[in-house]
Every structure is written in structure tokens, then in C-alpha cells.
């Protein structure tokens, strides 16, 4: 094994030394980047999908519904691959950067409709004829009652769709975007040691992922403060 020969163990140590600062570099100038525009889009989407579907205009509803049922019935690289090669088959050429940001928004936007719109039923609909007694219009009633409480429900799991997003930007790779898992991809074509390469990397979204639930801890313990007992 490797760890008996220490020629071999200094060549991994080195290979891991100098593939670390590529990787890293992928990680802020894509990786990241790439998750948060995505979720901010995709959050802004699911909010007016979450909405349509809450809306009683049937046609708000079935584009919703069918958007979704659209999304969440296929794979996400099937759908970034149809963004990339299949539009750009037909003349509609998309940047492998942007290209994901669709593909993903779309996707975080459809997924996180549901959580918007269970934590919206879930608030008593007592409240809503309690803000409409007092002259409150419905946009009103959303925006002062409704969404802020809905917000601290849909916390816990929203986090969860952003740590979820950071590990599917590695699906970006398939489209050419340069971002963390293609760094790996790149390196290991050139020195072949594929396992060393790829366990880098895993350990470096597992370090990522691990500081994003820190910080969804403090959001949870933050927003708990304002539930009253």
C-alpha cells in the first residue's frame, strides 16, 4: 500500500499540495457563486410559483402545477443537458455558466415552491380573515402577516435545499463549467490519480456543507427566539 512506500506517499502528499489551490479557486469563482445566484433566482421563482398555486385563477394554477410536476418528474442533469447541447442543436446557444444558472434556478424554483407553499397553509387561516377584518388587502396580508411567519417555518427546510444545491453545482461539470469537481476532473486527466483527486474534493464539499449547517443552526436558534412558548 501507498502508506508503506514513502516515495509514493510523498508523491500523493504533493499531488494533493498543489491540486488544492485550483480546487479552491473553482470553488469561489464558480462553486459557490453558482449556488448562491441560483438559490436567490430559484427562491424569487418558487415564491411566484408558491402563489399561483394558492391563487384561485385556474390557468396561475395549471402553468404552476405543470411547471413543477415538469421539473421534479425529470433528472437535473437531463435538464441542464437540454440547456446546453440540446438548444444549442438548434441554433440557441447558451454560455456553460449561464446555462447552469438556468438549469438550476429552474430547478430550486420548483422544488422550493412546495416548501413555500406548505408554509404558507400552514399558517391559520384565522389569520387571514383576522387581517381582512381590519382592512388589509391580500397583497397586504402576505406581505405583513402571512410571509413573515411562513419564513420561519420554511427556514430549516430552504437551508437544506441550499446545502443540497452546493453538492448538485458538481453537475455543472457535465456542461463545461469550470467549478470545483471539473478542477478535480481536469488534474486527475493529467496525473491519473483519480481516487486521491476525488477524495480531495469530496472532503472539500464535505468542509463546505458542514460551515453552511453551522450557519443554518444560528438562523434556526435565531428565528426561534421571536416563537413564544
Known sequence: MFWNDPDKMERYLDIAQSSLLPLLEGAVVYTLPLSLITFVCGLVLAVLTALARISTIKPFQWIARVYVSAIRGTPLLVQLF????????????????????????????????????????SIPKGQWEAAQMIGMTYS??????????????????????????????????????????????????????????????????????????????????????????
Open 82 to 121: 437540454i440547456l446546453f447541447y440540446g438548444l444549442g442543436s438548434v441554433g440557441v446557444v447558451i454560455d456553460p455558466f449561464p446555462a447552469a444558472i438556468i438549469g438550476f434556478s429552474l430547478n430550486v424554483g420548483a422544488y422550493a415552491s412546495e416548501v413555500i407553499r406548505a408554509a404558507i397553509l
Open 140 to 229: 397586504q396580508t402576505l406581505r405583513r402577516v402571512i410571509l413573515p411567519q411562513a419564513t420561519r417555518v420554511s427556514i430549516p427546510p430552504l437551508s437544506n435545499t441550499f446545502i443540497g444545491l452546493v453538492k448538485d453545482t458538481s453537475l455543472a461539470s457535465a456542461i463545461l463549467v469550470t467549478e470545483m469537481f471539473r478542477r478535480a476532473q481536469e488534474i486527475a486527466a493529467f496525473n491519473y490519480e483519480v481516487l486521491l483527486l476525488y477524495t480531495e474534493v469530496a472532503i472539500l464539499y464535505w468542509i463546505i456543507c458542514f460551515l453552511l449547517s453551522l450557519v443554518q443552526g444560528r438562523l434556526e436558534n435565531r428565528f426561534d427566539r421571536y416563537v413564544s412558548i
